[in-house]
């Protein structure tokens, strides 16, 4: 908690990633949440494109703090005929709570029609998908567009608010056009003055922490969110309303 | 926890760019500007180096810095470096007048030239000699050259700026092969990463340095204040170490 509400960060991994000393240690995870205050974290595992490894990682890493974590379910369309049958049941047996994609590990674009049945499952269940975005051609922030007005019901969360520009600009217009479009802020990038930005321009109820621990330490990631001249009211909307409301806990 | 943060200890920020990059605009191009960003964080004094001197042209940058300095005693000048013995020449004069506490080496990357003894030869034996450490970017400079070079040179204090997780594999080896060097932390967001430095090499090699306004001032700092290390190793790493390394 910090200053008594709940805080939620919204962009975390399960798995190892071992040139970058990237591990899924729980013990890590939560010494560096529990020194900043963040209450609960969202993981997925990105790792395994036909989605059912990664989850099953994922549900077991939640069951073991399920009160501090927060399932989110990978699918990939490298192996299509998995996704709608894995996304059921990832949602509906483990308990997740939303999905999560990233198109650099596949080679379509984030408006590709081959992620049209994520969009549809997440628009007819309501569900938050979170994309990662950033210069790599297949997740070009600017794609979301063509997607967000399609699937009204679900809501996009671009990752690292495309990391850099030109694409966190593409990022802040696609939130400015579609009232079902967040930004997430994780992103190794930490230019002064981008939170302030985001806020300014897509608006504080659309701008979402994320760490992407364990890759970085959440609490540097935080440190962004608590520095930033913003004000208290717009914190707590970044740090956990919004993703509270997203989630629907 | 709190929605603010200052800092609780006195802070010596170890990597403060001033001035306009080339092709880039700093949010603190003026000179009044860039204490309040240090005073909004509390940090309280800054070694500052001039951004034109990374790649464009490190003898005009340096040049610039004094605009900066002698109006505020906040700000250490650092002076960058090329490889060209104008640049040398213009170091000497600057440490003949007593101002030069260390040196920067410029982008050796955007800059096309390999980071080797035979173009920058003179330069670190000069450093040696004089006892002037050295900062190197590791965002800027190959690893490997560093490494390679600078065990010619092994009275040579260096500090290593700018480590990422891309570098995780290599940052223990160096500091263990570069037993002179420091790392400077703008960067270094593995998880509870610092705190197993710490652990295993001592707060006593670690500094505190924002890289901004590449990056933010605050954010890093930020994190220090929630490690669990001690309240010494904090002040060590948020200003001793540097007075240290620039002044013993």
Known sequence: MIDGREVIDFHGHVGRWDIFEMSDDTDEILHAMDAVGIDRCCLFNIFHP??????????????????????????????????????????????????????????????????????????????????????????????????????????????????????????????????????????????????????????????????????????TQLGKIITARIGDCEKRLVLGENAKRLLRL | MSLSFRSRVPVFDANVGIGNRHDRRSPVDSPGQLPEEMSRHGVDRALVYAVQGEWISPMQGNDSLAVWTEENEALVPQFVAGCDSGSLRQLCNFHRNGVVSSVRLHNTEECRLPFVSWLYGDLLAWLSAEGIPLWISLVDTPPAEIVDTLGGYPDLT???????????????????????????????????????????????????????????????????????????????????????VLYD
Not at chain 1, 127 to 149: M, R
Request: charged residues 20%; proline residues 7%; hydrophobic residues 40%.
């Open chain 2, 158 to 244: 260096v500090v290593l700026v700018g480590a990422h997780y891309t570098h995780s594999m290599m940052i223990r080896p160096m500091m263990r092969v570069l037993p002179n060097a420091f790392l400077e932390l703008s960067r270094y967001e593995n998880i509870c990463g610092i705190e197993k430095l710490v652990r295993e090499f001592g707060a006593g090699r670690l500094l505190y340095g924002s890289f901004f306004p590449r990056y933010a001032m605050g954010p890093m700092l930020f994190a220090l204040h929630h490690l669990e290390i001690s309240d010494g190793d904090l002040r060590l790493i948020c200003a001793a170490n540097l007075e240290r």
């Open chain 1, 50 to 219: 036909d989605g059912a490894t990664g989850n099953d990682q994922t549900a077991a890493f939640v069951s073991r703090y399920p009160e501090r974590f927060i399932g989110f379910a990978y699918v990939s369309p490298l192996m299509s005929e998995f996704m709608v049958p894995e996304l059921e049941r990832a949602i509906d047996e483990l308990g997740f709570l939303a999905i999560k994609i990233y198109p650099p590990y596949s080679r379509w674009q984030l408006n590709d029609p081959v992620w049209n049945p994520v969009y549809q499952f997440a628009d007819d269940r309501g569900l938050a998908i979170i994309s990662h975005t950033g210069a790599e051609e297949t997740c070009w922030p600017v794609y979301v567009e063509d997607i967000a007005g399609c699937y009204p019901n679900a809501n996009f969360v671009i990752a690292h608010a495309g990391n850099s520009e030109p694409y966190r600009s593409q990022a802040i217009r696609a939130a400015q056009r579609f009232s079902n479009v967040y930004v997430e802020t994780c992103s190794t990038f930490r230019e002064p003055g981008v939170i302030e930005r985001l806020v300014a321009e897509a608006g504080a109820d659309r701008v979402i922490f994320g760490s992407d621990v364990p890759l970085m330490d959440p609490r």
